[in-house]
Antibody, heavy 118, light 111 residues
Framework: EVQLLESGGDLVQPGGSLRLSCAAS????????MCWVRQAPGKGLEWVST????????YYSDSVKGRFTISRDNSKDTLYLQMNNLRAEDTAIYYC???????????WGQGTLVTVSS | QSALTQPASVSGSPGQSITISCTGT?????????VSWYQHHPGKAPKLLIY???YRPSGISNRFSGSKSGNTASLTISGLQAEDEADYYC???????????FGGGTKLTVL
């Protein structure tokens, strides 16, 4: 069974940093594209970032480009999201997801809550 | 503001069919067959319902179907059931500065 377990969400002050982790199991992590998607309170899903299976290709949404860094450790089956210079509008539940056919996401974690507030 | 436009809400009675639209541009929905649909019950992980416009993953009921015409994709749910009450999102590859885009989401109420 595919499992994705996010961790690292917390309350952080504006301008602060946080690193999210996503532990994967039940599939060959190193062969799969992975991504982060977030949902702000009362809002819809928003794509954040995608990383190729090897980590060589990385993409970001305009809203986080230059502040967030996606990475992966295929030896640990773990996906990361380093978030710097956090803003109030980054407050959201952050989900990691496994890329499915084409540009779909066929497995999701339960999410981890990031709150940016003073 | 989401790149893809969905109605904020739709409703239907048990047993009826409903359709949710997802309107984009020729740079995303209209230009590629990379539209996917997700069901999201609050507090739970989203679930993939449809990929590549019309394909259902293994285990997804054939009550869920997808289609596309021009720049608008659609999700149809037939034989509505109480457990279908959830938020539904479309997503598409986009040939813009971003890679992927979501719709704003549609809340389905089963009356």
């Amino acid at each position: 069974e595919v499992q994705l377990l996010e961790s690292g969400g917390d309350l952080v002050q504006p301008g602060g940093s946080l690193r999210l982790s996503c532990a994967a199991s039940g599939f060959t992590f190193s062969s799969n594209v992975m991504c982060w998607v977030r949902q702000a309170p009362g809002k819809g899903l928003e794509w954040v970032s995608t990383i190729s299976s090897s980590g060589a290709r990385i993409y970001y949404s305009d809203s986080v480009k230059g502040r967030f860094t996606i990475s992966r450790d295929n030896s640990k089956d773990t996906l990361y999201l380093q978030m710097n210079n956090l803003r109030a509008e980054d407050t959201a539940i952050y989900y990691c997801a496994k890329r499915g056919p084409s540009y779909s996401r066929d497995a999701w974690g339960q999410g981890t809550l990031v709150t940016v507030s003073s | 503001q989401s790149a893809l436009t969905q109605p904020a809400s739709v409703s239907g009675s048990p047993g009826q069919s409903i359709t949710i639209s997802c309107t984009g541009t020729s740079s995303d929905v209209g230009g590629y067959n990379f539209v996917s649909w997700y069901q999201h019950h609050p507090g739970k992980a989203p679930k993939l319902l449809i990929y590549d416009v019309t394909y259902r993953p293994s285990g997804i009921s054939n009550r869920f179907s997808g289609s596309k015409s021009g720049n608008t994709a659609s999700l149809t749910i037939s034989g509505l059931q109480a457990e279908d009450e959830a938020d539904y999102y479309c997503s598409s590859y986009t040939r813009t500065t971003t890679l992927e885009a979501f719709g704003g989401g549609t809340k389905l109420t089963v009356l």
